[in-house]
């Protein structure tokens, strides 16, 4: 089974240019045509967290969002939202509280596609190197005991220069940092910011940073992408 992950901090909307265009966003989302999406800024930061992307205009797209937002208006928990074919099923989801000092959080759902279950988690890490650590340590442990295993895909802004540095260093060999690329800034890009991390179980087929005209200016990031291979089926049911 061959899936196409993809995760992108979107800045709320708000592109290079200053405006805030979520069509921009959701042309940038068509373009890459992700089975499996992880969103970062999905939310406003203030107030009731409303989504930048109306529910209504996701309607007219591929995807439907994970239910992992408490609050009515919003699609995510602190910006992090996960996008998924309108045709997977949803099993379990839930928003993750991270340590932290500001607002911080990750959200995890395992997905069925195609009989087999899958664990996808999308993140924003903290700016502090001790934090991020601590926020890594968290999700992993959460990962690992929060339902059977299965295979698992961990995305998002890392907020972490180096694959092999910092907080980085927290994922054990069983873990694989993809090399996707460059993607912050949009524009010109010189920090790997951006992360799609897998277990075991995934073969990579492959990793890059999606460049076009529109994605350079809908964002501050550009999205980082992988196509994957589950070469073992593992059943929805299995312990």
């Given at each position: 089974m061959r899936l196409k992950f993809a995760s992108y901090n979107i800045h709320k909307a708000v592109g290079t240019d200053g405006r805030r265009d979520p069509e921009r966003i959701l042309a940038v989302l068509r373009e890459i045509n992700a089975d499996i999406i992880a969103l970062q800024e999905a939310d406003a930061r203030l107030g009731q967290r409303a989504s930048v992307l109306a529910k209504a205009a996701l309607d007219e797209t591929p995807w439907k969002f994970v239910p992992v937002a408490k609050r009515p208006r919003s699609i995510g928990w602190h910006g992090n939202a996960l996008l998924v074919r309108k045709s997977y099923a949803v099993l379990d989801a839930e928003p993750?509280?991270?340590?932290?000092?500001?607002?911080?959080?990750?959200?995890?759902?395992?997905?069925?596609?195609?009989?087999?279950?899958?664990?996808?988690?999308?993140?924003?890490?903290?700016?502090?190197?001790?934090?991020?650590?601590?926020?890594?340590?968290?999700?992993?442990?959460?990962?690992?005991?929060?339902?059977?295993?299965?295979?698992?895909?961990?995305?998002?802004?890392?907020?972490?220069?180096?694959?092999?540095?910092?907080?980085?260093?927290?994922?054990?060999?069983?873990?694989?940092?993809?090399?996707?690329?460059?993607?912050?800034?949009?524009?010109?890009?010189?920090?790997?910011?951006?992360?799609?991390?897998?277990?075991?179980?995934?073969?990579?087929?492959?990793?890059?940073?999606?460049?076009?005209?529109?994605?350079?200016?809908?964002s501050d990031h550009l999205p980082v992408v992988a196509s994957l291979e589950l070469p073992r089926l593992w059943a929805v049911h299995n312990n």
């Open positions: 993750l509280d991270l340590p932290r000092i500001e607002p911080r959080g990750a959200v995890r759902a395992d997905i069925e596609v195609g009989g087999a279950r899958i664990r996808v988690a999308g993140m924003h890490l903290d700016l502090s190197g001790l934090r991020r650590r601590a926020q890594i340590v968290s999700i992993l442990k959460h990962v690992d005991t929060c339902g059977p295993r299965c295979p698992t895909v961990l995305m998002g802004d890392f907020n972490q220069w180096g694959n092999r540095t910092g907080a980085m260093r927290k994922f054990h060999p069983d873990w694989h940092i993809l090399e996707t690329g460059r993607s912050f800034p949009s524009r010109q890009p010189v920090a790997r910011l951006d992360r799609i991390v897998t277990c075991d179980e995934w073969g990579c087929l492959e990793q890059h940073v999606h460049h076009s005209a529109t994605a350079a200016v809908a």
